[in-house]
């Protein structure tokens, strides 16, 4: 079974700022994926960065990195210079055996 | 050809109507996905189909019937639906089976009065 914890259910940072958001995970699957996704007020699921748990680096897209401890099963999403843009729900899922098993989310809003 | 296209984008319906949900993607996947999300929750899994073919029912209702006629095109019939079935209903594809990576159509949302 694969459970997903996001700890944080909002979160509020100025415009600008940097802004780390927490997952922890538990599954039993050797191999794996782990994922952020956004969904703005529109409802769009949208994928924002991917980890494959057999590599050791680290995920980066542009703005948005992640720090993959994969011993303690972390996976946080951190947002660099964040923008009005990036106020949306924020899910971490971990990808098993075809189901895509999502974390209660976390709110984040952006404020000018 | 980057989308996935669910009609209609809203739905109203009483509980003894039939209707369906439409999803189409024309990105080659070989799997589709039908994901539930009432308000402020996330998105639960409800149906897989892989190469045309059930391969995950999460124990959802029979009112609920997937259909996949091709790879291209996902359906769900809704039959005899509840009140407490009004939610976003999603439908994603992936490239292989092992939905390494899942993309989303914008969704469905339905009201069952």
């Known amino acids: 079974a694969q459970t997903v914890t996001q700890s944080q259910p909002e979160m509020s940072v100025q415009e600008a700022e940097t802004v780390t958001l927490s997952c922890t995970y538990d599954?039993?699957?050797?191999?794996?994926?782990l994922f952020w996704y956004k969904q703005p007020p529109s409802r769009q699921m949208i994928l924002v960065i991917r980890?494959?748990?057999?590599?050791?680096q680290n995920a980066t897209e542009n703005r948005f990195s992640v720090n993959f401890q994969k011993a303690a099963k972390s996976f946080s999403l951190k947002i660099s210079d964040s923008q009005l843009g990036d106020t949306a729900m924020y899910f971490c899922?971990?990808?098993?055996?075809?189901?895509?098993?999502f974390g209660q989310g976390t709110r984040l809003t952006i404020n000018p | 050809d980057t989308e996935v296209t669910q009609t209609p984008k809203h739905l109203v319906m009483g509980m003894t109507n039939k209707k369906s949900l439409k999803c189409e993607q024309h990105m080659g996947h070989r799997a589709m996905y039908w994901y539930k999300q009432k308000a402020k929750k996330p998105p639960e899994l409800m149906f897989v189909?892989?190469?045309?073919?059930?391969?995950i029912n999460e124990s959802v209702p029979s009112r609920f019937s997937p259909e996949c006629p091709n790879s291209s095109l996902l359906n769900l019939h809704l039959h005899a639906l509840q009140p407490e079935d009004s939610a976003l209903y999603l439908c994603?594809?992936?490239?292989?089976?092992?939905?390494?990576?899942?993309?989303f159509g914008s969704g469905t949302q339905l009201s069952v009065l």
């Open positions: 994603a594809s992936s490239p292989g089976a092992t939905n390494e990576k899942l993309f």
């Open positions: 599954t039993s699957e050797s191999n794996y994926y």
């Open positions: 899922a971990s990808q098993g055996a075809q189901k895509l098993v």
């Open positions: 189909y892989s190469y045309e073919k059930l391969s």
């Open positions: 980890q494959e748990a057999y590599k050791q």
